[in-house]
């Protein structure tokens, strides 16, 4: 039974173990399997119901429920092929579990891109597929301006805990601000930081992904804390007090090691909104800068689901935290 039903659904022989044990297990009343696919048009989706079971010190499936453009139709005519019984029953999870996996892989097509919320039909793939222009082809993204209170803890915040350098400054006394370039330089492609302050900029414009930080000359003395508004659900500048909706979210950076950043990032005394345990994406976080403005923190050059430890520098455990927040209509 193992190896014909690797055959027909090409899964790992211990799903196939685990599948056939829970269906041997069900003809004599110890494992109850109720499954029931649903299709429908569009984006449909293909169910598994069961029940709260463990096998072998494993939990059996609870509910799944993925597009059925993810559920090849191989998957659909290797269940077919097992017939009825507790071995079609052990099929049908399989495919429940290879739809997961295959919708994984199917990243790269053009039907699993399409957006579910805009019922299919944004359509992505042309635009991965577009050449790119020649015209734009030396062209950098190279910047994103925040206004900031107070630039020394700003800069404290930026090249001290996030270890961005300071690539060059502009001060304008004719408009009241000064603007302050922080990053992190690719030297091995542009070689250092230059000394000399006229060839500051110029290589700074070079360098992708800076962050500005503008000093309104003034902004200091303030009373309040934080007086620009993140985007992000802040009342901060509104004229009734009441909360923004902002379109703003966050800039991000990317680490070798997620947990180790973020336990530098606490001992340092850094304000997180999201801990790497927390939430309902595990493996990344959030921290604020001294504005307020959000720093997601991703691990470099991983794919999601991204790697994870059982307790982040929060204390937080990878079963808890609370379920995904929308930053923009949080409270």
């Known amino acids: 039974q ?20 829970q269906a041997q297990g069900a003809c004599c009343g110890t494992v109850g399997m109720a499954m029931t696919p649903l299709i429908g048009r569009g984006l449909r989706a293909v169910s598994v119901q069961q029940p709260a079971t463990f096998v072998g010190g494993t939990p059996a499936l609870r509910h799944s429920s993925v597009p059925s453009s993810w559920t090849s139709s191989h998957s659909q005519r290797s269940f077919n092929s097992c017939g009825s019984g507790p071995l079609a029953a052990a099929c049908a999870t399989a495919t429940a579990l290879g739809s997961r996996r295959a919708m994984r892989r199917s990243l790269a097509t053009s039907t699993a891109r399409r957006a579910a919320n805009l019922g299919g039909q944004l359509d992505v793939s042309a635009y991965y597929a577009a050449p ?32 961005m350098q300071l690539i060059t400054v502009g001060d304008f006394p004719q408009w009241g601000f000064t603007v302050f370039f922080v990053g992190y330089p690719p030297e091995k492609d542009l070689g250092p930081v230059p000394e000399n302050d006229a060839d500051k900029f110029a290589y700074c414009m070079k360098v992708p992904g800076c962050v500005e930080l503008t000093w309104n000359h003034g902004s200091e003395a303030e009373d309040a804390d934080r007086v620009y508004n993140t985007g992000n659900a802040d009342s901060t500048g509104s004229k009734d007090g009441e909360a923004v909706k902002g379109g703003f979210g966050h800039i991000g950076i990317t680490v070798p090691d997620v947990y180790a950043a973020c336990q530098r990032f606490k001992d340092m005394g850094a304000e997180f909104t999201k801990s790497p345990n927390s939430g309902g994406m595990k493996g990344l976080a959030f921290v604020k800068d001294p504005d307020g403005y959000l720093v997601e923190v991703l691990p470099l050059g991983k794919g999601f689901p991204f790697p994870t430890q059982d307790t982040d520098c929060c204390g937080v455990s990878l079963s808890g935290g609370e379920g995904y927040a929308d930053n923009s209509k949080k409270k």
């Open 2 to 21: 193992v190896a014909s039903l690797r055959s027909r659904l090409r899964v790992p022989f211990g799903l196939c173990f685990l599948l056939v044990g």
């Open 132 to 163: 790119k222009d020649e015209a734009t082809k030396d062209w950098v993204m190279q910047q994103t301006m925040f206004r900031v209170k107070d630039p020394k803890r700003s800069l404290d915040f930026y090249t001290k805990v996030l270890g």
